[in-house]
């Protein structure tokens, strides 16, 4: 089993119900896709950032289904993509690890996860023995990081430490007592022997949900996919004209055609949408360009998106 943990920064000025809505629909996660289990999310305690922690069955899983899944090309992708009228998250990444058959688990209570850059050859004896138990946690796991696909921002980290806790009361105990201290800052874990090189903590309320059967997909097609940009009405010309000369073109390229475009009339309110909608074959040909498209240097996504006040993503039969 694999537990993976997302690391969403929210964007300057994002609204708390903002912030619920993706932590929300983070968590649900499992409640659609198949072979990803154990989805909870939360608000750090020290930042403006959410974490959304998951279990996947196996490699295969995390790498095939998931990617494709309906749920992950329109609710998860909405927040994030360059793409998105309503992405409210830059500079997310992710960590995790393999958890051990004999790891404890915990449904409901405090998440303290850190993401510790070790130097290599440092002597990691200390963490591996640690005595979980004695330090008031109730569970406790530390490991290599293992992601497979390493994204061109380097990994995240290079071991993670997950620790649980029954409540803030029991982790407030924690971080008083020595060993806390000790362990909450690249000096003390040097003083332990422990080579930091950098070191991030996320703290999160979390609770887990029973295990989910979510319902079969349809294997219909084709698909649709519409865009909806909502501008200043002075912003229109410019965004379709960037549509035009370059989202189209690079749709196109990975098999996803223009079918329409609409546009709001002119004093009919504050904001005017752009709606476009494009035809694609299947999820499968979503994915293949929704790399690409965060990889590339794109000159719609600089100067386009940024003219958008809001707006969705989605996708139809």
């Known amino acids: ?51 959304w922690e998951h279990n996947f069955i196996d490699e295969e899983t995390y790498a095939g289904p998931y990617m494709v899944h309906p749920y992950h090309c329109q609710t998860l992708d909405h927040f994030l993509l360059p793409d998105s009228p309503g992405r409210i998250s830059h500079d997310f990444f992710t960590a995790r690890y393999t958890i051990p058959k004999d790891s404890k688990r915990l449904g409901k209570g405090i998440r303290r996860v850190l993401l510790l850059h070790i130097e290599e050859g440092s002597d990691l004896s200390s963490l591996e023995n640690f005595d979980a138990e004695g330090a008031g946690m109730a569970m406790s796991v530390f490991s290599p990081e293992n992601v497979a696909w390493v994204s061109v921002k380097g990994r995240s980290c290079t071991h993670i430490w997950d620790q649980g806790f029954a409540d803030m009361t029991a982790l407030e105990r924690f971080l008083m007592s020595p060993v806390g201290l000790e362990t909450s800052s690249r000096e003390g874990l040097r003083r332990m022997g422990v080579n930091v090189e950098r070191l991030q903590i996320f703290t999160y309320p979390f609770e887990l949900k029973d295990r989910q059967v979510p319902a079969e997909l349809s294997k219909a097609s084709p698909i649709f996919y519409s865009m909806t940009a909502q501008l200043d009405p002075k912003d229109v010309d410019t965004f379709v004209a960037l549509l035009e000369q370059d989202y189209d073109p690079f749709l196109a390229e990975h098999g996803t055609k223009l079918v329409h475009r609409w546009r709001g009339v002119e004093g009919s309110s504050a904001l005017l949408d752009v709606q476009s909608v494009w035809q694609l074959e299947s999820f499968d040909v979503f994915s293949q360009w929704r790399i690409p498209l965060n990889l590339r ?21």
């Open 1 to 51: 089993m694999i537990r993976r943990f997302y690391i969403l920064p929210l964007d300057h000025g994002v609204s708390d119900e903002n912030a619920q809505d993706l932590a929300r629909s983070f968590s649900d996660a499992d409640l659609f896709i198949d072979g990803l289990w154990e989805s909870a999310s939360g608000v750090d305690l020290d930042s403006r950032t959410v974490i």
């Open 297 to 317: 240097d794109n000159h719609f996504l600089r100067e386009a998106m940024s003219l958008a006040k809001g707006g969705s993503r989605r996708f139809y039969r």
